[in-house]
């Protein structure tokens, strides 16, 4: 229950295309979900984040869409560049319980073709 | 700041060896993580620290592994005896925490990359 499940677990892309990544969770208590981007030989980094009291949220090429009735959310970077070639990994934490511990999906990574 | 610095970045060891990774995360934070990184099985959190006082070492895979936090600006991660098994990608991590019903972003290191023979 307290697993977040992330797919596919490879994607390639077209430049200039559409990159949608999905995550899954079961714990209904998760109330905060962040993506983190992580170039080779270093560490993640936060992307964007959500809360389920809003549905989409958007920074630039990259969005969120979130689905608190299926349990899932899912990153769309619009308009991919060779530059966002990276793993991605979805997370999800109980921010009300304030432990900072977060539950990180398998990953996911990214190949933007020129 | 200068983010969270781990040393050394890359270990190569024989298989038995002591093994001790190094952290210093960001002043001021007062969450640190310790993570795995492999490919079979992904970002494992190993354990966490909260004021220096571990929080959950329930990821901690073997009684070989060992962390601890001294002190609010110092963390090792130490296995003994190393095994093959044990090659990944370790991450330090640290984070502020805000009030309740906020979660801080974590911060990562770049990593030590262990390699054990």
């Known amino acids: 229950q307290q697993q977040v499940k992330q797919s596919p677990q490879s994607l390639i892309v077209q430049k200039g295309g559409i990159s949608i990544i999905n995550c899954a969770y079961e714990?209904?208590?998760?109330?905060?979900f962040p993506w983190y981007q992580q170039f080779p030989g270093k560490g993640p980094a936060l992307l964007i984040a959500?809360?389920?009291?809003?549905s989409e949220k958007k920074e630039g090429r990259f969005t969120i869409s979130f689905n608190k009735s299926a349990k899932q959310f899912s990153l769309h970077i619009m308009d991919s560049q060779p530059g966002d070639s990276a793993t991605y990994f979805c997370a999800a934490s109980m921010a009300e319980s304030n432990t900072g511990k977060l539950i990180f999906g398998q990953g996911t990574t990214l190949q933007v073709k020129p | 700041d200068a983010g969270v610095i781990q040393s050394p970045r890359h270990e190569v060891t024989e298989m038995g060896q002591e093994v001790t990774l190094r952290c210093k995360p960001i002043?001021?934070?007062?969450?640190l993580f310790w993570y795995r990184q492999t490919m079979m099985r992904g970002l494992e959190l190993l354990i966490y620290?909260?004021?220096?006082?571990?929080?959950?070492d329930s990821g901690m895979p073997e009684d070989r592994f060992s962390a601890k936090m001294p002190n609010a600006s110092f963390s090792t991660l130490k296995i003994q005896p190393s095994e093959p098994r044990d090659s990944a990608v370790y991450f330090c991590a640290s984070s502020l925490a805000s009030l309740a019903g906020e979660t801080d972003t974590q911060y990562f290191g770049p990593g030590t990359r262990l390699t054990v023979l």
């Open positions: 959500i809360r389920p009291d809003v």
């Open positions: 620290f909260n004021n220096n006082v571990p929080i959950d």
């Open positions: 002043s001021g934070h007062d969450y």
């Open positions: 714990n209904t208590a998760f109330d905060y």
